[in-house]
């Protein structure tokens, strides 16, 4: 089993940043990847930002420019930085494991941390 743990949100500022993080445990493998998604009030939950093991990343792009999607694999922690931070970035973001077992695909969820930012 694979366990996801995020941490790192909290109220900011309009144009302020914050740095979320989360910390994989179990088996998590060396071909996998790694992503943030969020889900505001009354919407569906959207990607964010998504990184392979190799280091590739891509973004949604209203985050382009302000995100940067990072990951330690020595740790198994992936990171999000977030600055300029708007109003419409408030949301609960999710780290999300896509991890690849030979043929099969396994999906994984953290629970998930407020982010709130104030205009």
């Known amino acids: 089993q694979v366990q996801l743990v995020e941490s790192g949100g909290g109220l900011v500022q309009a144009g302020g940043s914050l740095k979320l993080s989360c910390v994989a445990s179990?088996?998590?493998?060396?071909?996998?990847?790694m992503g943030w998604y969020r889900q505001a009030p009354g919407k569906q939950r959207e990607f964010v930002a998504r990184i392979t093991s190799a280091g590739t990343a891509n973004y949604v792009d209203s985050v382009k420019g302000r995100f940067t999607i990072s990951r330690d694999n020595a740790k198994n922690t992936l990171y999000l930085q977030m600055n300029s931070l708007k109003p419409e970035d408030t949301a609960v973001y999710s780290c999300n494991a896509l991890i690849e077992r030979g043929p099969a695909k396994f999906n994984y969820w953290g629970q998930g941390t407020q982010v709130t930012v104030s205009s």
């Open positions: 179990g088996s998590i493998g060396s071909d996998n990847t």
